[in-house]
């Protein structure tokens, strides 16, 4: 089978869509980031972390709570259509690999900035405790059973884990913390930043939030596959079984 | 640039895996496309 | 009945492994709740030490003299000195000024007019800390602008960030 027909199968011109606005995207990041946007005035060029810290966060929060909306999709719907189940699960992969993402490319940065990788404040405890939580729920996703027993107790798992965010995003207004508030949303309106600064950071956001899209499109697909040959050789087995009870073999 | 190896550190690793995970969804995409059938495959 | 796909040759690969992947993920969910378990420990273990901002050392309960805390302040214009291998500075916090002394460069972007943290003990009238972080402001400002905005953005601010 050559590349051409792989991609009739799996890649749709919606993904392929998205796919190229996330390279576009990305590659303004990269270009805008590291040599177009200015230093800053305290930070000088650790700043240009941020243009890849923030996204990946943002991705990750976005990740858990499509998460959460599909699990109860999947819960409330009559049909319990395994779809919303596999784009949950595909979601939380990708989550917790940009979360993982962010808690590296934040200690770096802390390392320039406060001067130490890590320290146990509450937003990066928070965090480190939101991507653990999320490692957890793939691992319930991988204890096996059948499709609806995987997708029932994993939906509970993401409605309850969802709750956290919220607790990772106020940590800086909840309790005195490290970690600097918001500079964007920070509620008040005032946005604390340079123009061509946030034009890259929204540029950013963009970008990444099309890189999840692409992934969690073609992530499902493949969960989908891979669902639909489980189902494929349990249907032989049983046949398999039948036959044998039949005394045909 | 100051801090040139803590930032092309984040850059790189951030979009060595990004590309990586492309990658391994693509490829394991073609591998089970070849072995799912079509009707399977509702976006065909 | 005994539903277990058999080692035919198109499932050969998936069959055997199923069951192993199966402990693989108990395994990690052991590995997650110990995790878990670490990192509320240390957080809670980190905020034994009571988080204070320089006006409230001796005033608000768990700020007393002589007690561990974290104090955040902002290091005053002017007071910072290097003595030997030691880090003097005075921190400000709602017009309060503490005396702090450091062991060592505090390292990060560490410099006067900047809101910092610094983890140790009051000793008589000056804090003895045993760690220093930059706690940086949530505005970002460009370092090419005219000299007048960048004087204006290394005016000290009373508070931390």
Partial sequence: ?249 | MDHLGFIAVVYGTTFAVIIALVVRTLSQGRDLASKVADKDKPWT | MDLTPRTSEVNAPLAPRKRNTKWGYIALLVVIVVAGGTIVTKFLTSAIDYYCNVDEIGSRVGCEPGRRIRVQGTVEKGSLKSINNSTNFVMMFNDKTIQVVYEGDPGGIFQECIPVVAQGRLVGDVFEATRIEVKHSNAYVADNTDRLTKAEAQVCSPQAG
């Fill in chain 1, 1 to 249: 089978m050559d590349a051409q027909t792989f991609n009739a199968r799996v890649a749709t011109p919606t993904t392929r869509l998205v796919g190229a606005m996330a390279i576009v995207s990305l590659a303004w990041v990269v270009i805008g980031g590291l040599f177009i946007t200015p230093k800053d005035v305290d930070q000088g060029d650790a700043v240009r972390i941020m243009y890849v810290h923030v996204p990946t966060a943002w991705v990750a929060y976005l990740a858990f709570i499509v998460t959460a909306v599909a699990s109860a999709c999947w819960l409330l719907s009559r049909k319990h259509s395994m779809g919303f189940d596999r784009v949950a699960g595909a979601s939380a992969e990708v989550g917790v690999v940009f979360m993982a993402m962010t808690l590296l490319s934040g200690s770096l940065w802390g390392r320039i900035t406060w001067g130490t990788y890590w320290a146990w404040d509450p937003r990066l405890t928070t965090t480190s405790f939101l991507l653990v939580t999320y490692i957890g729920y793939l691992a319930v996703r991988g204890l096996g059973g059948s499709l609806e027993q995987r997708a029932r107790r994993s939906a509970v798992i993401a409605l309850l884990a969802v709750l956290e965010i919220p607790l990772v995003h106020f940590s800086v207004l909840m309790w005195r913390s490290l970690h600097q508030k918001a500079s964007v949303l920070s509620g008040d309106g005032d946005i604390k930043m340079d123009g061509s600064m946030l034009t890259t950071l929204l540029v950013g956001v963009i970008g990444f939030t099309m890189t999840f899209a692409w992934l969690v499109l073609h992530r499902q697909r493949v969960l989908a596959m891979q669902d639909a040959m489980q189902m494929t050789q349990l249907d032989a087995a049983l046949r398999e079984r039948a036959d044998e009870s039949k005394g045909l073999k």
